[in-house]
C-alpha cells in the first residue's frame, strides 16, 4: 500500500503507519507499507498531531502498558512511574499516557519545560541539572515501579536505589552497558530488570489516534520543516532540546 508521509511514514490524506523495524523508515513523500501497520486518519486529527504516534507514541505505548504492566484505562492498581525526559518526543506521550493509567508521575525535564510537564499531567517534576534531578529522587520520596527511561545513559547505581521491590527500567535508547546490565540481570534473577525491546502492532497505532480523537492525548509540536530542510530537522533532533516532536512536512 502507498501511503504520502511525513517524518518518516506518517499521515497525510489516506492515513499512517510504521514502517518494519527491520528495513527501517524514510523520509520522503510517499512510501510503501504493509496495509496492516497503517491506520486511517480521521478528519478530528491533523496530519501533524498524527505524525509523532507510529514511532514515539507507540514507543510509550508499549513501554507502559506491555513492559511496564500499567492499564490504560485505569483499572490496575496504581504504580510509581519515573519517566526522564519528559519533554521531548517519546516523554511528552509517556506522561500522558501514565495519567490515563492512573499512575504516579514523576518526571525530569530541563528547568525551561517544568511547567510544560506539570502541564501534561506529571504529579512531581525535577530539573535535571539539579542534584535530586541528576538522582532521580522522588521529592515525595516514592520508589518507582518503572522507569521509562527517554534521556542519556545512566548508570544502574542511579536507578537502582530509587527502585521498588520488583521495579523496572524500560530504556528506549539502550547503549552497549544498558544492554550489559540487562544479560546480567536476567542471569542472576534479579528482581529488578531493565528493559529494552518494543514490537509496534497496528491496533495499537489505532488506540491512540482514537485516543488523539477524543481529546484524551496531544501531540505536542516543538517545530515543523518542509521536506526540503530534512537536515535541518535532523539535526534539531539530533541536538535532544526538542520540546515535543519535530515534524517534516511535504
Given at each position: 500500500m502507498a501511503v504520502k508521509l511525513m517524518h518518516a511514514v506518517q499521515y497525510e490524506g489516506y492515513g499512517g503507519g510504521a514502517a518494519s523495524l527491520k528495513t527501517g523508515g524514510g523520509l520522503s513523500e510517499y512510501g510503501v507499507v504493509k496495509e496492516n501497520l497503517t491506520v486511517p486518519r480521521p478528519p478530528?486529527?491533523?496530519?501533524?498531531e498524527g505524525a509523532g504516534l507510529p514511532v514515539a507514541g507507540?514507543?510509550?505505548?508499549?513501554?507502559?502498558?506491555?513492559s511496564a504492566g500499567l492499564k490504560l484505562d485505569g483499572s490496575g492498581p496504581q504504580k510509581n512511574i519515573l519517566v526522564t525526559a519528559a519533554s521531548g518526543g517519546v516523554g511528552h506521550y509517556a506522561v500522558q499516557l501514565a495519567k490515563l493509567g492512573n499512575?504516579?508521575?514523576t518526571a525530569t525535564c530541563g528547568a525551561r519545560n517544568i511547567d510544560f510537564v506539570k502541564n501534561l499531567g506529571a504529579d512531581e517534576v525535577l530539573d535535571y541539572k539539579?542534584?535530586?534531578?541528576?538522582a532521580l529522587k522522588s521529592p515525595s520520596g516514592k520508589k518507582y515501579d518503572a522507569v521509562i527511561h527517554c534521556a542519556a545513559a545512566f548508570p544502574w547505581s542511579v536507578f537502582e536505589p530509587n527502585?521498588?521491590?520488583?521495579?523496572?527500567?524500560?530504556?528506549i535508547t539502550p547503549g552497549p552497558s544498558a544492554m550489559w546490565t540487562f544479560a546480567m540481570k536476567k542471569l542472576t534473577f534479579s528482581k529488578n530488570n531493565w528493559c529494552h525491546y518494543f514490537w509496534f502492532e497496528g491496533e495499537n497505532l489505532r488506540y491512540l489516534v482514537e485516543l488523539v480523537k477524543e481529546g484524551k492525548l496531544k501531540t505536542v509540536i516543538d517545530s515543523k520543516f518542509p521536506l526540503s530542510k530534512a537536515e535541518d530537522?535532523?539535526?534539531?533532533?539530533?541536538d535532544g532540546h526538542a520540546t515535543g516532536k519535530i515534524i517534516v512536512e511535504p
Amino acid at each position: 500500500m502507498a501511503v504520502k508521509l511525513m517524518h518518516a511514514v506518517q499521515y497525510e490524506g489516506y492515513g499512517g503507519g510504521a514502517a518494519s523495524l527491520k528495513t527501517g523508515g524514510g523520509l520522503s513523500e510517499y512510501g510503501v507499507v504493509k496495509e496492516n501497520l497503517t491506520v486511517p486518519r480521521p478528519p478530528e486529527v491533523s496530519a501533524a498531531e498524527g505524525a509523532g504516534l507510529p514511532v514515539a507514541g507507540l514507543t510509550a505505548h508499549m513501554a507502559l502498558t506491555q513492559s511496564a504492566g500499567l492499564k490504560l484505562d485505569g483499572s490496575g492498581p496504581q504504580k510509581n512511574i519515573l519517566v526522564t525526559a519528559a519533554s521531548g518526543g517519546v516523554g511528552h506521550y509517556a506522561v500522558q499516557l501514565a495519567k490515563l493509567g492512573n499512575a504516579h508521575v514523576t518526571a525530569t525535564c530541563g528547568a525551561r519545560n517544568i511547567d510544560f510537564v506539570k502541564n501534561l499531567g506529571a504529579d512531581e517534576v525535577l530539573d535535571y541539572k539539579t542534584p535530586e534531578g541528576a538522582a532521580l529522587k522522588s521529592p515525595s520520596g516514592k520508589k518507582y515501579d518503572a522507569v521509562i527511561h527517554c534521556a542519556a545513559a545512566f548508570p544502574w547505581s542511579v536507578f537502582e536505589p530509587n527502585l521498588s521491590t520488583n521495579g523496572k527500567v524500560i530504556d528506549i535508547t539502550p547503549g552497549p552497558s544498558a544492554m550489559w546490565t540487562f544479560a546480567m540481570k536476567k542471569l542472576t534473577f534479579s528482581k529488578n530488570n531493565w528493559c529494552h525491546y518494543f514490537w509496534f502492532e497496528g491496533e495499537n497505532l489505532r488506540y491512540l489516534v482514537e485516543l488523539v480523537k477524543e481529546g484524551k492525548l496531544k501531540t505536542v509540536i516543538d517545530s515543523k520543516f518542509p521536506l526540503s530542510k530534512a537536515e535541518d530537522a535532523w539535526a534539531k533532533s539530533i541536538d535532544g532540546h526538542a520540546t515535543g516532536k519535530i515534524i517534516v512536512e511535504p
